[in-house]
């Protein structure tokens, strides 16, 4: 059986904070604001596996009010949410992320993160991709105020569901 799951998520770009991407810290004058550590990249794939596997959302299982995510490491997220799936029988198949930001310029980090991702989720480079779009100059990602991340993700679960 297989199911698919989309997740989005975008932080503000701030200064004073580092910016942190797919798990990478990536060297800019700016980083993106939050609660956790506002890596938009692991919220939007974590939110893409909850989706996928019926479980709701990020904001339902960490919520930004709760004193215990505060400057949280956001691949506590994905790991404890594949661990979820894990015990449902879902393994992820194949992620596909798309990279929102106007700056700084993603195109040489692009198969860092990739690589981060792929070893954090325990998949082979090949089974994710990660693409990187500029805004064009409009709305809150083209003037710099931003960066959101768009994730889609394939599970499969072979068998019947463990008891
Ligand atoms: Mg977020």
Known sequence: ???VGSGHDTHRLTEGRPLILGGVAIPHSRGL????????VLHAITDALLG???LGDIGDAYPDTDPRWQGADSRRFLSETLAKLNQL?????NLDVTIFAEEPKLGPVKSAIRDTVANLIGLPPDCVNVKAKSGEKVGHIGRGEA??????????????RPA
Request: charged letters at 20%.
């Open 147 to 160: 960066i959101g991340c768009h994730a889609v993700v394939l599970i499969e679960r072979s068998g019947e």
């Open 1 to 3: 059986m297989f199911r």
């Open 33 to 40: 604001y939050g609660h956790s550590d506002a890596d938009a």
């Open 52 to 54: 996928a596997a019926g």
């Open 89 to 93: 029988g879902w393994r992820p198949v």
